[in-house]
């Protein structure tokens, strides 16, 4: 039987770093939870549903979910700019759209949900920890969801499938090099809400890719439920 390749950090492929989650860590937020991918940590803070200035943006058919990602400058080893970049635009925007699907946007028209995602440690995988913890702190908050969303990378070391992608791994760049996929999903479903893939792979194993996702989301899943759970006792 071949060896099963073995990570730097000693993980098997399908092994995710450990993960800690956490509800209720920011009180003056209408809800707020942080979720932790090893040496990554996101902390997520939800306000609202509130009625949106200036009015002309209001939308009467629906609540808008306005997201704003940033790393903040302290998170990773050269210090980042403060403020918005093209890269936290980006990352905004496709959260917005990996978490709207679950939400009961329809209930609270002419209204905002704020979504605030910071990073306070960087360690690749930051878009996925910080989806993870927005959708647990929009349930904290109590909006109505039809469940939670699970994200976490996936992708190739030179020949290895390998889960939740440290940011050394990232830069893999040996043999067929790396390849790294966000991909988020509705707990518990095949419905995938994002699929963004940098690098290149053989078109025949993204199909093995996006299975890896598979375990690994309902091992996030459940500890995104122990973490509400724990404050409802
Ligand atoms: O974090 P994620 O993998 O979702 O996004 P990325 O744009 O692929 O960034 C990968 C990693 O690069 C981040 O998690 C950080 O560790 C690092 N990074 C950095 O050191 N400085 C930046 N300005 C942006 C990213």
Redesign the pocket.
Known sequence: MAKEFKRKDGRKPTELRKIVAKVGVIPNADGSAMFAFGD?VAIAAVYGPRLLHPKHMEDPTKCILRVNYD?LPF????R?KPGP?R?SQE?SKVTEWALSPVVDLKSFPNTVIDVQIY?IQ?????????INAASMALAHAGIPMKNLVCSV?VGKLDKNLVVD?T?EE?DFEEGEGST?F?IARIANTDEFTLLQF?GKVQPELINDLISLSDNACKEIYEAQKKALKEIIK
Not at 75 to 78: A, E, I, K, Q, T
Not at 122 to 130: F, L, N, P, Q, V
Request: aromatic content about 0%; proline content about 0%; glycine content about 8%.
């Open positions: 990554t790393l998170s990773v080893h050269d980042k970049s890269r990352i990073i960087a360690d690749a995988g930051t878009r996925t920890a910080g990378a992608l940011k990232e790294d966000a940098d």
